[in-house]
């Protein structure tokens, strides 16, 4: 029991005892701890310290830095500011200086002033002066002075005006006559045509000499009989084999050759016979004159004819103009006048269409009354052709004055298509006395220095003595050369009479 208690106690005791051990264990660890604590709280703070200082020491070292580059600043800024002042100095010097400068010239312009008052007033004083004189002297007052000074002005530019005026007409005239030279050379280069070999007979050829006596029959019925219905003379001579059909008429002479020929081909020659058989030429022809005018309107690369005018340039293929085709020339002229108008820039369409009708008159200028030009434009303007084409068709001739490019186109390309070598039938020595004539003509009048003929005789040129003739006198010259020559002289169409008068003065400047 003792010894439980024993136990008992002393294990009561070994609590107790390991209690308080235990406390006192916990008791020197929780000292322990806090005084662990506390030097973790006094490294802390003295870190913390450390920490500090070193802040404090890198702001003031920052702020030292930040204090020195504001003065750096400051002093660099207040540099500027010392020099923009020293400049703003500077150009304050300079203003005043130019001020003074401006003040300077100002007072110096200002003496010139009042220095050209005075001269002025001395020079307007002395030109009184002199004035007085020269009006005392001379005997004119200053506006009749000034009068007869502005008209020797206006005389001296008159003068200069005329050279001038002269200079650029004669300048223009020979650039003028270079193009129409080129032009004309051109057109005519390029227009190939044939020469003239028309006549106004026909020549038939007869199997054998014993067919004229057929031809005349009995008691010359079968001659008259063809005479009488063709209008066309048929001469039998002693020429062999052939028979000879004679007339004006080209559309005539052919229907008459065409009906001879078929009477020849049957061998029945009779007056009823060559009634029909003349019907029977006479309906080809006509078909063949409409086939020439539309092929004439195919060449001519024309369209939009009338058939009346069609017909009517078919008539012209049997038709000639001393010894010209007149259809043919046609033609020329449309080919011609074609070409210049296109290097000019005129209208080539109605150039190539007057061109191709202005000889159109022609085809019944043995019915109708009338220049065949007047008759041509009439037919123009009755089949609806345009005023430009019916203009050019009448002034073709200077019937009347050309006032189109086009009807001076068709006028130039008609000469050239007359006057070319070989275009027209001419015996030379008619042609050469025919010259002389106009020469003669002109050369015998007073006053008349040289003269020449040009365009195959369309054309004669008078140069006269400008110190006997003058304008007036040229005028009256010009007239009464024309009457001579329509007096004395027989000639084809019209002759332009040209007379010229010059004066030249010339002056040397020394």
Do not use: W
């Amino acid at each position: 029991m003792d010894t439980v208690l024993i136990a008992v106690a002393a294990a009561v005791v070994s609590l107790a005892a390991g209690f308080f051990l235990r406390k006192l264990i916990a008791e020197a660890r929780k000292t322990s701890a806090e005084h662990d604590v506390e030097k973790l709280r006094a490294d802390a703070n003295r870190e913390i310290e450390t920490m500090r200082r070193a802040a404090q020491v890198e702001a003031r070292e920052e702020a030292q830095k930040l204090k020195e580059k504001a003065e750096e600043e400051l002093k660099q800024r207040r540099a500027d500011v010392l020099k923009g002042e020293q400049r703003l100095e500077d150009k304050e010097k300079a203003f005043i200086d130019r001020e003074k400068e401006i003040q300077r010239r100002e007072q110096s312009l200002q003496d010139r002033e009042a220095n050209n008052r005075r001269m002025a007033e001395e020079l307007e004083q002395s030109l009184m002066e002199q004035r007085r004189q020269l009006e005392r002297v001379s005997g004119l007052s200053s506006a009749q002075a000034k009068e007869l000074l502005l008209n020797q002005v206006e005389e001296e530019a008159r003068h200069d005006m005329a050279l001038m005026v002269r200079n650029v007409e004669e300048e223009a005239k020979r650039e003028a006559d270079r193009r129409a030279r080129n032009i004309l050379s051109l057109s005519i280069q390029r227009t190939a045509a044939n020469h003239a070999a028309e006549t106004t007979v026909s020549v038939v050829p007869l199997p054998t000499d014993e067919m004229k006596g057929r031809i005349i029959g009995r008691e010359g019925r079968n001659i008259r009989a063809l005479e009488n219905i063709s209008g066309i003379d048929v001469i039998i001579d002693d020429t062999p084999e052939a028979v000879v059909l004679s007339g004006f008429d080209g559309v005539k002479r052919e229907i008459a050759r065409l009906t001879l020929t078929k009477l020849l081909s049957d061998g029945r020659i009779h007056p009823a016979r060559i009634e029909d058989t003349y019907n029977q030429a006479k309906a080809e022809v006509d078909k063949a004159i409409i086939e020439a005018g539309e092929q004439a309107m195919l060449e001519a690369n024309l369209h939009g004819l009338s058939d009346n005018l069609i017909k009517l340039l078919g008539r012209l293929k049997y038709r000639t103009s001393y010894g010209q085709n007149v259809l043919a020339h046609s033609l020329e002229v449309s080919h011609l006048a074609g070409i210049m108008a296109a290097e000019l820039g005129a209208n080539t369409k109605i150039v190539r269409r007057a061109g191709l009708l202005h000889d159109i008159g022609k085809a019944v200028d043995h019915q109708v009354e009338g220049t065949h030009t007047q008759i041509g434009a009439n037919l123009a303007k009755k089949n609806r052709e345009s005023q430009a084409v019916c203009h050019a068709v009448e002034a073709h001739h200077s019937d009347i004055e050309p006032q189109t490019v086009e009807a001076v186109l068709v006028q130039a390309a008609d000469a050239v298509s007359a006057a070319r070598p070989g275009a027209r039938r001419d015996s030379l020595e008619s042609y050469i006395k025919r010259l002389e004539s106009l020469e003669n003509i002109a050369v015998s009048n007073n006053g008349v220095e040289k003269c020449y003929v040009m365009q195959a005789g369309r054309e004669i040129r008078v140069m006269v003595k400008p110190n006997e003739i003058d304008d007036d006198q040229a005028a009256l010259l010009s007239r009464e050369i024309a009457k001579e020559i329509e007096k004395q002289l027989d000639y084809p169409g019209q002759i332009k009479v040209t007379v010229i008068r010059e004066s030249r003065t010339t002056e040397y400047a020394k």
